[in-house]
Nanobody
Framework: QERLVESGGGLVQAGGSLRLSCAAS????????MGWFRQAPGKEREFVAR??????TYADSVKGRFTISRDDAKNTVYLQMNSLKPEDTAVYYC?????????WGQGTQVTVSS
């Protein structure tokens, strides 16, 4: 059964950085389109970033601060988060977005203190 497992969340001060990782168990990971989403308390889950074979896209709220990348040899997608703000506090989920239904990881908590 295919799985996604996130890691790297934690508590950081505003202005700090974190790198999230998402390891996939699939055999053809290099073909996957992967994304990061987040859900803050009391809010709906929202798109953060997405990476395909040759391009990536970002939500306006994180553009210039976050970078999504992938290492197909390690079946892993990353989210480098810099200049973190308290409003970035949320549970972050990685997802395989080119399949129906979307395959989700279990999430990892990111808390940014002011």
């Amino acid at each position: 059964q295919e799985r996604l497992v996130e890691s790297g969340g934690g508590l950081v001060q505003a202005g700090g950085s974190l790198r999230l990782s998402c390891a996939a168990s699939g055999r053809t990971f290099s073909r996957y389109v992967m994304g990061w989403f987040r859900q803050a308390p009391g809010k709906e889950r929202e798109f953060v970033a997405r990476i395909g074979w040759s391009s990536s896209t970002y939500a306006d709220s994180v553009k210039g601060r976050f970078t999504i990348s992938r290492d197909d040899a390690k079946n892993t997608v990353y989210l480098q988060m810099n200049s973190l703000k308290p409003e970035d506090t949320a549970v972050y989920y990685c997802a395989r977005v080119d399949t129906s239904p979307t395959l989700w990881g279990q999430g990892t908590q990111v808390t940014v203190s002011s």
